[in-house]
């Protein structure tokens, strides 16, 4: 990139593994951000700072000690979340929190509260929110497309090949797709269509036979009224989720199919390929419906995400998905779980209070 680093936001990067990587190749040739320095333990990630000519620390709270940071991002495992990042934000340093949050409510609301008496702003990675599709779709959405949301439906079904599987954490509790994946699902329907106020939910693991589910249907109420259908699962074969119809990453074989369906009392909205319908005459089930299609402006939203880390820095943008809203969407995803053990609704606005 033709901006001298020197002008580059220095960034502390906490945990090089899968993501952390992501993040680190694109702030190696990102114009805003800079890595300033790298936390991570591992041989390997201390090996990938040697390369990058980058520092190195075993433990982050001697980068935050002895780097130049002026803001982090946490891509250690969940249960490290809320103290690695409180550490962060006991130092000034705004927060990209990868998600989930962290691993329980009680952590986030530590982590939240932390920021909250710092006034240290806390970004949560849902990186859908900085895709240009759904910052489009969430303007057609305000600009009344549906009129009042009635029903939604959305697939994140795909194959994950065995290998995946190879490490423990992923066969066991909180390692499953709806933790790691439809929480995604659940974070871009709250930020188009509102708050989630109660679940059900049923999940299995018959097809992988492991402790954590490979499947799960989930039943959302809105706080408008508005009600919604999600499936997860990591063990079919399917194109039909957001990573590879959207192509949120390179990495990502893209598929031509739409995976989110929104529709309301005045029209229709399809994700990713943004295909609306409605009725420009008459009204009915009988009458012709009239399509539209938005054109498509595809970005890699991790870039824009990382764009954002800088702004809200600087204090010149709000975050965009803040700990609160990441705890919310955290609150959803536990709540799948909770429904599904007791086979009965988990409403989630009590539960908030608590
Ligand atoms: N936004 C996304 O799409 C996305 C994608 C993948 C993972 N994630 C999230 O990112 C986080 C990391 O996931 P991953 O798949 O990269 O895991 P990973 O196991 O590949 O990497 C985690 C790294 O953190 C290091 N680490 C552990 N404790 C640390 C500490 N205290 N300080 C510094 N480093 C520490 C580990 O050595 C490891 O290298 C998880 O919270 C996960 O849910 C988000």
Redesign the pocket.
Known sequence: MSTPPSTRLPVAV?????????HIERMMRHPDVRVAAI????P??RALAESLGLPWFA??RDLLEQSDARAAIV????H??A??GIHCIERGLPVLM???VADTLENARRLCEAGERAGVPIMV???RRHNPIIQRARTLVNEGVLGRPVSVNGMATWLKPDSYFD?AWRREKGGGPV??NLI?DLDLLRFLVGEIVAVQAMTSNTVRGFEVEDTAAVLLRFANGALGTLTVSDAAVSPWNWDLAAGEAPHYAQVSVDTHFLSGTEGSLTLPRLNAWRFDGQRGWHEPLTHTQTMLHRQDPYMEQLRHVRAVAEGREQPLCSGVDGLRTLQAALAVHEAAVGQKQTTLETRMQG
């Open positions: 906490m945990g090089a593994g899968a993501i952390g990587r992501m936390a991570d333990p591992t390997a990630a433990d982050h891509a250690t495992p969940n490290t979340h103290e690695v990868e998600k989930p990675g849902h990186q490490l933790l790691i995604h």
